[in-house]
C-alpha cells in the first residue's frame, strides 16, 4: 500500500500498545513524526512509561516527554495532556538531560489540567504497590496509582494548582489531612518543589483548547499512546493494570478529544513473542509460573546477570550489583552498550537458547536477543508467544489497524507458535476475559509455524518468508485485524508499509 496511501487524507493517528506496553510506540511515534506530525500529544500515564527512539543507530529514551520533542527544532509541538500525571522534578530531569544534548523544547506544553505527582504519591506507590512479593502488581514506583487516587477522589494536586502559591500551600494543608499517615511538611514540599515549578511554568496552557484549535487548523496531530490496552484500569487484567485508561478512548480523552477524531488508530502488536513486565496473568507466557517468578524477582535477573549466566559473557556482577548501588549511571550505560553489542556478536549462542528444547530458555534467549529489559526499572520482562485471543479483544476496543513489532528478533528459531484460543479442560474459547484469575485457567492452543531467518534487510512485504506472511495472514483472520505495517528493526528506516 505504501505510507502515502496510508496517510491520504488522515489529520489524526493514534499509536497505542494492544498488549502490555513496550510494543515500540517510541519508535513508531517517532517514525509518523519525522514526515508527517505537526503536533505530538500525550494523554495518559506518566514517568512510568519507557519510549525508545532509534535514529541511525542512536538510542534516546524518553518517560514523560512525548517522543515528538526530538523533533522541537523543526517546529514540531509536543503536548503533555490533561490525562497524565506528572512528577515536575522528573520532568525538569527529562529537560536537563535535553539541556545537556543541546537540544530544544521551545514548543512544549504542558496542560494546566494534568494532576501533579506529589512526595506522598511516590513514598505510597513504593511501600504498597511495588513489591511482587504476596500478590502485589510491581508497580513503577513512580507514584503513578496514588496519584490517579487522589485525582478521582477529587483532592489532587493538578499543575494549574502548583502555579498559586496559595493554592498549592492550601492543597498540600489538605492532603495532610488526607494522608495522616504521611509525615507530610507543607512549607518543605513547597520549597523543594519551587524550583521546579518555576522551570515548568512557561510551559503550562489550556491544552485541550489548544488541540481543537490544531485540529480546527487542520493540522497533523499525532497521539502517542502510553502503556497498554492489556494493563487499563478500564479493560486490561483486574488488578494488575496501570491506573489509566491507556486504551484509544482514554488516550483519546486524555488530549480532550474524542476517539471518533481520530481517523487513524494503530494498535501495535508484537509478534510472534510478546511481554509482560511486572505482575499478573499471562497465559503465553514461556514455562509459566517458574519464568513468572523468576523475572518477579526484578534486577537479580537482569540483562548483565542473563548475558553472564545465558551466554557465558565474562562480567563481573558484583562490579556490577556496586555500580547500580552508587548509581554510576555512566558505567552502567556503557557496560550495557558492550552486552548488546556481545549479544549481536553471539548470534550463534542466542540461536541455541533458541532451539536446545528449554522453553525457559527460549523465554531468556528471546529478552536477550529483543532487548526486553524494563526501559524505566531494568526489569526483565516476561516473555510468551504472540495470543491472538488478547490481540482479538483489543482489536474490539482500539480497532483493527494493527502494527507488527519486533518480528527481526526470532530470527533463527527453528519454529514458532501463534496462541489461536484458549482451552478451559475439554472447553475451547477464542474469548478473552479480563478477570485474572479465570485467565489463570486457561491453557493456550497454538498453531506452529516453521521459522525464518534474517529479515532486518527486507522492505517489501512480499518478500517477507513463506511462513511469516502465512502466520500474518492467520493472525488476521483470527484477530479482525489488519496488519498496515510490520517493524523489522528499532530503526526507522526499519519498516515496511504493506
Ligand atoms: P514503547 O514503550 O512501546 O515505546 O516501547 P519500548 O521503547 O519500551 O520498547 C520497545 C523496544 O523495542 C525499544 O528498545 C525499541 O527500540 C525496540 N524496537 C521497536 N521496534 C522494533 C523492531 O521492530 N525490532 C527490534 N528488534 N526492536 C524494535
Ligand atoms: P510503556 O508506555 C510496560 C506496568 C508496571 C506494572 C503496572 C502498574 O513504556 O509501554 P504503574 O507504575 O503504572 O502503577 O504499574 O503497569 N507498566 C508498564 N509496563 N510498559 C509501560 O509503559 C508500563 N507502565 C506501567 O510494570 O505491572
Ligand atoms: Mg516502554
Request: charge should be negative.
Amino acid at each position: 500500500m505504501g505510507i502515502d496511501k496510508l496517510l491520504d487524507g488522515v489529520k489524526t493517528i493514534a499509536v497505542v500498545c494492544n498488549q502490555w506496553g513496550d510494543t515500540g510506540k517510541g519508535k513508531f511515534t517517532d517514525y509518523l513524526t519525522a514526515d508527517w506530525a505537526d503536533v505530538i500529544a500525550r494523554g495518559t500515564g506518566g514517568n512510568n512509561a519507557g519510549h525508545t527512539v532509534v535514529v541511525n543507530g542512536k538510542e534516546k529514551v524518553f518517560h514523560l516527554l512525548p517522543t515528538g520533542i526530538a523533533h522541537d527544532s523543526a517546529g514540531k509541538i509536543t503536548i503533555l495532556g490533561n490525562g497524565m500525571v506528572i512528577d515536575p522534578l522528573a520532568l525538569v530531569a527529562e529537560i536537563d538531560e535535553l539541556n545537556r544534548e543541546c537540544a530544544t523544547y521551545n514548543n512544549l506544553m504542558i496542560s494546566k489540567d494534568a494532576h501533579a505527582i506529589m512526595p506522598w504519591h511516590i513514598a505510597t506507590d513504593r511501600a504498597k504497590y511495588q513489591s511482587q512479593s504476596d500478590g502485589g502488581i510491581g508497580s513503577t514506583g513512580k507514584g503513578i496509582g496514588p496519584c490517579y487516587e487522589d485525582k478521582i477522589g477529587r483532592r489532587g494536586i493538578t499543575i494549574g494548582h502548583l502555579l498559586n502559591r496559595d493554592v498549592l500551600a492550601e492543597k498540600i494543608k489538605r492532603a495532610k489531612e488526607t494522608h495522616p499517615e504521611q509525615q507530610i511538611d507543607v512549607e518543605k514540599v513547597i520549597s523543594d518543589l519551587t524550583p521546579a515549578i518555576e522551570r515548568i511554568t512557561p510551559f503550562v496552557r489550556d491544552t485541550v483548547n489548544e488541540m481543537h484549535d490544531f485540529i480546527r487548523a487542520g493540522r497533523h496531530v499525532l497521539l502517542e499512546g502510553a502503556q497498554g490496552l492489556l494493563l487499563s484500569i478500564e479493560h486490561g487484567t483486574d488488578r494488575y493494570v496501570t491506573s489509566s485508561d491507556c486504551s484509544l478512548n482514554g488516550t483519546a480523552s486524555g488530549v480532550g478529544i474524542s476517539a471518533k477524531a481520530i481517523d487513524l488508530p494503530l494498535g501495535i502488536v508484537k509478534f510472534p513473542f510478546m511481554t509482560r513486565v511486572g505482575a499478573g496473568p499471562f497465559p503465553t507466557e514461556f514455562a509459566g509460573r517458574d519464568q513468572e517468578d523468576y523475572c518477579a524477582e526484578g534486577l537479580k535477573h537482569d540483562i548483565f546477570y542473563e548475558a553472564k549466566v545465558y551466554l557465558g559473557m565474562p562480567l563481573d556482577l558484583a562490579e556490577v550489583r556496586g555500580a547500580q548501588q552508587k548509581r554510576n549511571r555512566t558505567f552502567l550505560e556503557s557496560l550495557e552498550r558492550e552486552v548488546k553489542s556481545y549479544i549481536a556478536q553471539h548470534r550463534d549462542k542466542i540461536v541455541d537458547l533458541f532451539n536446545n528444547g528449554s522453553e525457559f530458555e527460549q523465554g531468556v534467549a528471546i529478552r536477550l536477543a529483543a532487548g526486553e529489559y524494563g526501559t524505566t526499572t531494568g526489569r526483565p520482562r516476561r516473555t510468551g508467544w504472540t495470543d491472538a485471543v488478547a490481540a482479538r479483544y483489543a482489536v474490539g476496543i482500539n480497532g483493527p489497524k494493527l502494527i507488527l513489532t519486533k518480528v527481526d528478533a526470532l530470527a533463527g528459531m527453528r519454529e514458532f507458535n501463534i496462541t489461536c484460543e484458549y482451552a478451559i479442560g475439554e472447553h475451547v474459547t477464542s474469548e478473552f476475559s479480563r478477570e485474572s484469575g479465570s485467565l489463570r485457567q486457561v491453557q493456550p492452543v497454538n498453531i506452529t509455524y516453521n521459522g525464518y531467518g534474517e529479515i532486518r534487510d527486507i522492505r517489501d512485504y512480499d518478500n517477507l518468508p513463506r511462513s511469516l506472511r502465512r502466520a500474518i495472514s492467520d493472525f488476521e483472520h483470527l484477530t479482525g485485524g489488519e496488519v498496515v505495517i510490520v517493524s523489522v528493526g528499532p530503526d526507522r528506516d526499519e519498516t515496511i508499509v504493506r
